[in-house]
């Protein structure tokens, strides 16, 4: 399967804790995206990356949110010192340029 | 900046009826328009798009949807719905022209009775 992949699906964290997600995009791919999703709500976009540029970074939740994607291919999201609030489900999306973006199934955190 | 309201947080129809879910808009020109269907452990998949040209968009899974720019409308319809259509459904709105970022209205639950 070549859909976009996310690790871990779910991770339990105490808070004070640092984590980091995993998002492996459509390999043609050359934009990826970061969403958080809460519960009842609709995806809430954070930042998105053309290539290895972050062209958008303004709508990350807090300065203790940071996201990478160093070669162009996988990109990895980092959430220092969690908090309670930070529990959600994380989604990552790909597209080619400004074509149809596609999800993968999402990291689901808790935070202790 | 855009919006997208769905005023229905959850809509019970039974197997074989007919389904229309509610959605609308905020934007000053015209917006790219998209509805996606999400299934419990399963990531956004998209159900169809508008962009420009006709108003009544086919998609996939027997959907429909059409835009009615007097309204600020893009409702999704569907003539007899299937018990595997039960998930969540999100309409969203992005800028024309811009960076093509969505914005994602909350999400209608659909219930399907048998």
């Known amino acids: 399967d070549t859909g976009v992949s996310q690790n871990p699906r779910h991770k339990i964290t105490k808070r004070g804790q640092n984590v980091t997600f995993r998002c492996d995009p459509i390999?043609?791919?050359?934009?990826l995206y970061w969403y958080r999703q809460t519960l009842g709500q609709g995806p809430e976009f954070l930042t998105y990356?053309?290539?290895?540029?972050?062209?958008?970074k303004s709508r990350l939740l807090s300065d203790r949110f940071s996201a990478e994607r160093p070669k162009g291919s996988f990109s990895t999201l980092e959430i220092q010192r969690t908090e309670q609030g930070d529990s959600a489900m994380y989604l990552c999306?790909?597209?080619?340029?400004?074509?149809?973006?596609?999800f993968g199934p999402g990291t689901r955190l808790l935070v202790l | 900046a855009q919006s997208v309201t769905q005023p229905d947080i959850h809509i019970t129809v039974s197997e074989g009826a007919s389904l229309e879910l509610r959605c609308n808009y905020s934007?000053?020109?015209?917006?790219?328009l998209f509805w996606y269907v999400q299934s419990p452990g399963q990531g956004l998949q998209l159900l169809l798009k508008?962009?420009?040209?006709?108003?009544l968009v086919q998609g996939i899974k027997g959907f429909e949807a059409e835009f009615k720019r007097s309204q600020s409308s893009f409702n999704l319809r569907k003539p007899s719905v299937h018990w595997s259509d039960a998930a969540e459904y999100f309409c969203a709105v992005a800028a024309s022209g811009g960076s093509y970022i969505p914005t994602f209205g909350r999400g209608t639950s659909l219930i399907v009775h048998p």
């Open positions: 390999s043609e791919h050359n934009r």
């Open positions: 934007y000053g020109a015209t917006p790219y």
């Open positions: 508008y962009f420009s040209g006709d108003t």
């Open positions: 999306a790909s597209s080619f340029a400004q074509e149809t973006q596609y």
């Open positions: 990356f053309q290539n290895e540029a972050q062209l958008e």
